[in-house]
């Protein structure tokens, strides 16, 4: 039985990555009926990589990739630009412990079939190792967060350094950070170039189509299909992953929070604003509270990013207002950190979703006889995503991957009670969230 999609992205065309790129030509959008052995709904790190991974096991197979929008202004396009392989700390016991073992070893896999790519496609989107610091303001956050993040990195025998606050100044260019831990693996990278250059690599037998949204969807039949404004396509299989709006599909509506971020870029810095800065001609900076402190970089174009606000966003919608408010905010922050570079002025801003699930697994597996689904990144996208993607084709495909296992070490995403009572959760939760760190701001 097809479905009514009530709900589309509405991107608010500002992504300041993509902004900073050349221009690029957009892929036709889907026109006609037609029929593919397979059908990837979502061109972003997990479409992408589902669509590459069912081309390399069925070099034979037709396969089409559609997109909303186009490449890049999507969700994948619109994050920090962290490929980070270390998850988050869960809880202090030897479970926890043994579950981020095997989160590791499934971030370094993807990270490394990442790498792969940049290198044999020659995609030039600001690749780099330079780590992260994973930072607090508060005694009380470098005490609780940090110290617990260090005790995981020991059992797991990461490498890591703590810096204290004068360290961090040297190296960043800011006292406003009491304490960070700073571990080598993670690269950072302009995510719209990233994923600009995984989507036009693609095999030849994967057919791309943008401006292609979805308005109705049988993805529970024998032969799904999608309708998009212009065409149809039916197709053998199906694999969606579209993140949180999966829900406007009527997949996992239950088991996944849609969360609305804000982010902005400076202009480039002058000569001077950069002599003020610290060593580090590159770096990428993680709040050690997720809920209230800010992520930030120095990128290679000599900007400052800043990403801040966390909010629940039910109707994956925001105002002109609500950004201005996050826009202001984003400034005033930036500037409470670094005021030794006078007036920093922002050139480009914007938001974005990602969806998070109530323990922190992915929302992955078969949604209909032909049909799987793949979402919740739980703010690791890059990375979870592009492992995601492949272990969803692997399994439509009905190939075993060794990593699965680990993939799935804490299970799929856990149901959430229906709204109301979720919105009152939720928002109480994160309220509460943000009020206890707003130390951290």
């Not at 070893?105 to 030039?124: N, Q, Y």
């Not at 110290?147 to 800011?174: C, K, M, S």
């Not at 810095?269 to 402190?293: D, F, I, N, Y």
């Not at 120095?298 to 925001?318: A, D, H, K, N, V």
Request: glycine letters at 10%; one cysteine or more.
């Amino acid at each position: 039985m097809s479905i009514r999609i009530g709900r589309l992205p509405e991107d608010d065309q500002s992504n300041g990555w993509s902004a900073l790129l050349p221009p690029r030509r957009v892929n036709a959008s889907l026109h006609g009926e037609m029929d593919f052995d397979w059908l990837v709904v979502g061109a972003g790190y997990a479409g992408v990589a589902a669509a590459r991974q069912l081309a390399q096991l069925q070099p034979n197979a037709s396969i089409a990739l559609i997109e909303a929008g186009v490449v890049g202004e999507n969700a994948s396009g619109r994050n920090s630009g962290f490929a980070i392989d270390l998850p988050h700390a869960p809880g202090i016991s030897e479970h926890g412990i043994e579950q981020g073992r095997r989160a590791i070893r499934v971030g370094r896999f993807a990270l490394g079939e990442l790498d792969r790519l940049v290198k044999v496609h020659r995609i030039d989107c600001g690749w780099e190792k330079r780590g992260r610091y994973h930072v607090a303001v508060t005694k009380q956050v470098a005490k609780r967060s940090l110290a617990a993040y260090e005790t995981h990195l020991r059992a797991w025998q990461e490498p890591y350094r703590w810096f204290d606050r004068d360290e961090l100044q040297e190296a960043l260019g800011t006292a406003y950070y009491g304490a960070a831990i700073h571990t080598p693996g993670t690269y950072l990278v302009n995510p719209a170039s990233l994923i600009r250059g995984l989507a036009d690599s693609l095999p030849p037998q994967v057919r791309l189509f943008e401006n292609s949204p979805v308005i109705e969807a049988d993805i529970r039949s024998s032969r799904p299909s999608v309708r998009t404004p212009n065409g149809r396509i039916r197709a053998g299989g199906l694999i969606l992953t579209v993140n949180a709006f999966s829900q406007s599909f009527g997949v996992y509506s239950a088991r996944q929070i849609p969360i609305l971020l804000f982010a902005s870029l400076s202009r480039p810095l002058s000569e001077e604003q950069v002599r003020q800065l610290g060593s580090e001609p590159t770096w990428g900076v993680t709040p050690a509270h997720g809920m209230a402190g800010s992520t930030l970089r120095l990128t290679r174009e000599r900007r400052l990013m800043i990403r801040q606000g966390f909010e629940y966003s039910p109707g994956l919608r925001t105002t002109n207002a609500r950004r201005e408010k996050a826009r202001q905010a984003n400034l005033a922050l930036l500037r409470r950190r670094f005021p030794q570079l006078g007036p920093i002025e922002l050139e480009h801003f914007w938001a974005g979703w990602l969806a998070v699930s109530h323990n922190h697994a992915p929302a992955f597996g078969r949604v209909g006889p032909r049909s799987f689904a793949a979402s919740c990144c739980n703010g690791s996208g890059i990375v979870r995503h592009t492992a995601s993607g492949m272990f969803i084709a692997d399994l439509a495909l009905g190939h075993d991957h060794s990593l699965v296992a680990d993939f799935l070490s804490q299970g799929t995403a856990n149901y959430i009670p229906p709204r109301p009572l979720r919105d009152l959760g939720v928002s109480l939760a994160f309220s509460y969230g943000v009020w206890t760190g707003r130390g951290e701001r």
